[in-house]
């Protein structure tokens, strides 16, 4: 089954650097006495109690003037009406442009071209924008060949969504033939429910990319996120090199990354379990593109917490964990870190002795060190002895700016269970 043909529809090209710089000023929001200290150490979040006062009639994602108390103008960014009031997009008194989107959006892609010459992307898909590690917070862009998919995550940003669609393209306009744009399902519920998901550019619903030599099928439409998980790229890499000969279970499986990733490491076994009937079907029909059809594999309709409970001891040799986001606000992070040490218990007390765990967390507010701390309270109530092989993280196409640690949200652990 070879790559899907993309339609290109119809494009209007914008030629970024003729556009004037005379913009209209920015509504402004003025900082108490003394609050700028975040801003000077270049966090792109200010709060809602840091506003002295503002301008009237601002709504939810606007672009504004962030200024301090003496009216000097520190950045603009987005304004929305919450905790986070502000999200910066630049430092700085140089005035906003429509040209801004496509200078920003350029940096982003020349980053990646870094990686992908020097090979640390081995693959035709990869991140493009990552929030707040490319400058851009609220904004995500996957590409999967010639194709890009757009997710907002703030109001701010999808009210831009037609201006990062034509930097997007303007990047590189020989080879994106289409732009999605997968929004309304992270926007806040009232806004959303005015707008629908759409092609921007072209209309192809579904299309396939390859990373370590493994064919995957995309669906942005029906799949989650973007469309496939690119944050663990590397970490599926690991999995394959470690897999040969050993009986694996691939928890929360989704449409079969490291399913796949294990059986072409050699697996002798390979069982992967999700709640999801559409994503174990993707499953399938990604192991029949991959000529693995005959391979040992089987899918398994399950809810993972209660599969894992009726499990023999010693049933596999190698389990990777990794859940959806157990905790998406501190207020759930108590629940959540629950759950992580009752999954955890559960694969330490099912991995056979000699066995691998790769286990992760996506909930940006569980910490790094709260992760671990987590992990081992379960491996001493499962009574095993545990060896941290290495920590693990997202792919190198996910950056996190080093003045918003909050960024690095995936944290994982390579763990082997000596006895």
């Known amino acids: 089954m070879g790559r899907s043909k993309l339609s290109p529809g119809p494009w209007i090209p914008v030629n970024f650097e003729a556009e004037s710089m005379n913009q209209n000023p920015l509504p402004q929001v003025f900082l108490n006495r003394n609050r700028e200290q975040s801003i000077f150490r270049k966090h792109p979040w200010i709060f809602s109690g840091a506003i002295a006062r503002k301008d009237e009639g601002l709504r939810d994602g606007d672009l504004v003037s962030v200024c301090s108390q003496d009216g000097r103008t520190l950045g603009f960014g987005h304004y929305h009406e919450g905790s986070i009031a502000v999200k910066l997009l630049h430092f700085g008194d140089s005035p906003y442009s429509d040209g801004f989107w496509f200078q920003k959006i350029a940096a982003a892609f020349r980053y990646r071209q870094m990686l992908l010459d020097s090979g640390a992307l081995p693959s035709d898909a990869w991140r493009w924008i ?25 109001i701010g940003m999808h009210r831009q969504v037609e201006l990062i669609a034509r930097a997007l393209r303007d990047c590189d306009p020989k080879n994106i033939q289409l732009i999605y744009d997968k929004s309304r399902e992270s926007l806040p519920k009232e806004y959303a429910s005015g707008i629908s998901n759409r092609f921007i550019l072209g209309d192809q619903t579904e299309f396939s990319m390859t990373e370590h030599g493994i064919r995957y099928l995309v669906d942005p439409l029906q ?3 973007t469309g496939f998980f690119l944050d663990q790229r590397d970490n599926r890499k690991l999995v394959q090199e470690f897999s040969k000969g050993r009986r694996v279970l691939n928890a929360f499986s989704y449409t079969g990354g490291f399913s796949m990733a294990a059986l072409k490491g050699g697996a ?14 993707t499953l399938d029909q990604i192991l029949e593109l991959n000529d693995m059809k005959e391979c040992a594999h089987k899918s398994i309709e399950a809810d993972v917490p209660v599969w894992l409970k009726s499990c023999p001891k010693g049933a596999y040799d190698l389990i990777v964990l990794d859940p959806p986001a ?45 992760f671990y701390g987590t992990v081992v309270a379960a491996a001493i109530e499962a009574g095993r002895t ?15 700016n080093l003045y918003h640690p909050e ?13």
Request: aromatic share 6%.
């Open 130 to 154: 990552h929030g707040e590690g490319d400058g851009l917070p609220g904004l995500v862009v996957d590409r999967f060949g010639s194709s890009v998919v757009i997710q907002c995550h703030t």
């Open 223 to 225: 799949g989650q996120k």
């Open 268 to 281: 002798s076994m390979v069982e992967s379990v999700d709640v999801s009937s559409r994503a174990l079907s």
């Open 326 to 370: 157990f905790a998406k606000s501190l207020h759930k992070r108590h629940n959540a870190i629950q759950a992580y040490k009752r999954l955890n218990y559960e694969a330490f007390k099912t991995i056979d002795r000699g066995g691998l765990l790769f286990t992760f967390s996506c909930s940006q507010v569980v910490t790094e060190e709260l």
């Open 386 to 400: 545990v060896r941290l092989i290495r920590r693990l993280s997202q792919a190198p196409d996910h950056p996190v």
């Open 407 to 419: 960024g690095h949200y995936l944290k994982g652990l390579l763990l082997q269970i000596e006895d």
